[in-house]
């Protein structure tokens, strides 16, 4: 498994799927994103990171039910795959290890004074 495989916007859609399962589709994942960085994000940038992550295997969908709301059109669901979990526990694991070996001087310090 190489971490070259994920870009960071990736990782963030992955987990912000894993977040919304089992209602994740493009637009939910737009919108928790959204919320979570403070940035815009454009549901066409997070289809295409969808359909990369499903084409590398972290990702499988399926047509959810039709709803009235939607004028009878049916959503796209996300999960998370195996592959897609070893993946996401793969990068924190190492993120983990890199913000634990770091010493206390290592950052310059956020506070305000």
């Known amino acids: 498994m190489r971490r070259s495989d994920l870009g960071e916007f990736e990782e963030l859609v992955l987990l912000s ?19 979570q960085t403070g940035k815009t994000i454009t549901t066409g940038a997070v289809h295409s990171a969808l359909q990369r992550l499903e084409k ?11 709803s009235k709301a939607r004028g009878g059109r049916r959503k796209r669901l996300f999960t998370v795959t195996m ?10 694991d190492i993120r983990d290890n890199l913000w634990s070996s770091m010493g206390p001087q290592s950052l310059p310090n956020l506070s305000t004074n």
């Open 83 to 92: 592959l897609g979990s070893k993946m996401l526990h793969s990068v924190k």
């Open 56 to 66: 590398k295997g972290y990702l499988e969908s399926a047509m959810g039910e039709a």
């Open 17 to 35: 799927v894993a977040v919304l399962t089992p209602s994740a589709y493009s637009v939910a994942v737009a919108e928790h994103l959204e919320l």
